[in-house]
């Protein structure tokens, strides 16, 4: 996150908006890098979110790997503000559609036939 450890502390609960107020918004003014990173773990805990609530499970070490990929990448960031935070959804979506056109497994106990 930022080179100060305590920062870090202030912005995981400044993203979790456990600390709110005109003191909170001068302490980010005065430090622009500090509002970029709550600006991006914001959006981490939205995409979270709402992963989440699609009872989707993302490994340990998601959240931190998606900060510095919005870090890197501009358009990742554009993305999600542009609302495709439910693309984990979408892609479920579009994996079911495609299983559905495969054919159906045999039951149990019944061995299919080569073609000859």
Do not use: C, H, K, S
Request: no cysteine; net charge negative; aromatic share 2%.
């Amino acid at each position: 996150m930022t080179d100060d450890p305590d920062d870090d502390a202030i912005l995981a609960e400044l993203a979790d908006d456990a600390l709110t107020g005109p003191a909170w918004d001068a302490w980010l003014a005065a430090r622009p890098a500090a509002a970029v990173e709550l600006a991006t773990a914001r959006r981490v805990r939205l995409v979270l979110a709402a992963l989440e609530a699609e009872a989707i499970v993302v490994p340990a070490d998601f959240e931190a790997r998606l900060r510095q990929r919005l870090r890197e990448d501009a358009t990742l960031v554009a993305l999600l503000d542009l609302g495709l935070a439910n693309l984990g959804r979408a892609l479920l979506e579009v994996l079911e559609a495609l299983l559905a056109l495969l054919p159906a497994a045999p039951p149990a106990g019944i061995t299919p036939r080569a073609a000859g």
